[in-house]
Nanobody, 125 residues
Framework: QVQLVESGGGLVQAGGSLRLSCVASGRTFSTYAMGWFRQAPGKEREFVATITWTAGNTYYADSVKGRFTISRDNAKNTMYLQMNSLKPEDTAVYYC??????????????????WGQGTQVTVSS
């Protein structure tokens, strides 16, 4: 089992940047694929980005491709989401999640086994 804690959210103007972090407890972080999802008020949770256990493969939603970068440091049990050129439509609660199928790059939230509590990102226009 793994526990996930996100941080790094906040209020930023359009065009600005933020870096989210997701710290995992336990010794097995390196064996999980990891993902970022987000949920805006009144909307369903949507996929943002995912990374396999060795960081060999990454995959992004079209809406963030070229602006966001997912990465991980297994020695620090930490995953990151660097968000550049932020837009008001990026405003949401951002969640990190862990998938026990470590080689998979899934966009389906139902395939993730563990979730963090979320961190709010607000982008003003």
């Amino acid at each position: 089992q793994v526990q996930l804690v996100e941080s790094g959210g906040g209020l930023v103007q359009a065009g600005g940047s933020l870096r989210l972090s997701c710290v995992a407890s336990g010794r097995t972080f390196s064996t999980y694929a990891m993902g970022w999802f987000r949920q805006a008020p009144g909307k369903e949770r949507e996929f943002v980005a995912t990374i396999t256990w060795t960081a060999g493969n990454t995959y992004y939603a079209d809406s963030v491709k070229g602006r966001f970068t997912i990465s991980r440091d297994n020695a620090k049990n930490t995953m990151y989401l660097q968000m550049n050129s932020l837009k008001p439509e990026d405003t949401a609660v951002y969640y990190c999640a862990a998938d026990q199928t470590r080689w998979r790059t899934s966009t389906d939230p139902d395939e993730y086994d563990y979730w963090g509590q979320g961190t709010q990102v607000t982008v003003s226009s």
